[in-house]
């Protein structure tokens, strides 16, 4: 897999192999990165379930000026690191920790969220719902699924489909 736009372009990506893990097709991280622009300089970005850090990567890519990752397994956040290095990504942070405990604390806001979980679990609603209280004004939430969202308290920008997955752009609505 290779990062398709921005400072790293053309570079591979490497993970491990690992069950489950499902990394976001270039024809779905392209289309994402269409939708926001290219340029994501000066953005904060989450890559809350980061797996082979393929959106994350590509936010750094072009121009994020920083980029969290999170994963819980070990093994994953150790290849993460590695390609960060390998990368130079130095807007790059892993850390090894549970999302859905991340995004329900009290702590920094991001104006890109980016919701990929594991198709066989069922942490995408609960993600959603607590990602609205981390965006900064004017955020955006990218979500991957494997059917359809429907998400309530959230307008969908742009949404599409690949294969298995579908993804959309989403925006909290605001309730005055």
């Not at 290779?2 to 489950?20: H, T, V, W, Y």
């Amino acid at each position: 897999m290779r990062i398709i736009g921005g400072e790293f372009r053309r570079r591979i990506l490497r993970f491990p192999d690992q069950p489950g893990l499902r990394p976001t097709p270039d024809r779905v991280r392209e289309t994402l990165f269409n939708w926001l622009g290219q340029d994501l300089a000066g953005w904060a970005c989450l890559d809350a379930f980061a797996g082979s850090g393929a959106l994350g990567f590509e936010a750094a890519s072009r121009g994020a000026r920083r980029v969290l990752m999170l994963e819980r397994d070990g093994r994953a956040v150790a290849g993460l690191r590695a390609q960060a290095r390998a990368l130079g990504a130095t807007s790059v942070e892993v850390r090894q920790m549970d999302a859905l405990a991340f995004l329900a604390g009290a702590g920094e806001n991001f104006d890109l969220i980016l919701l990929d979980p594991p198709f066989d679990g069922d942490s995408l609603m609960p993600a959603l719902q607590r990602a609205a209280t981390r965006l900064n004004p004017g955020g955006k939430i990218y979500a991957e699924s494997p059917a359809p969202l429907v998400a309530t308290g959230y307008e969908i920008l742009r949404q599409g489909r690949a294969g298995l997955s579908h993804f959309c752009l989403l925006e909290p609505v605001c309730t005055a």
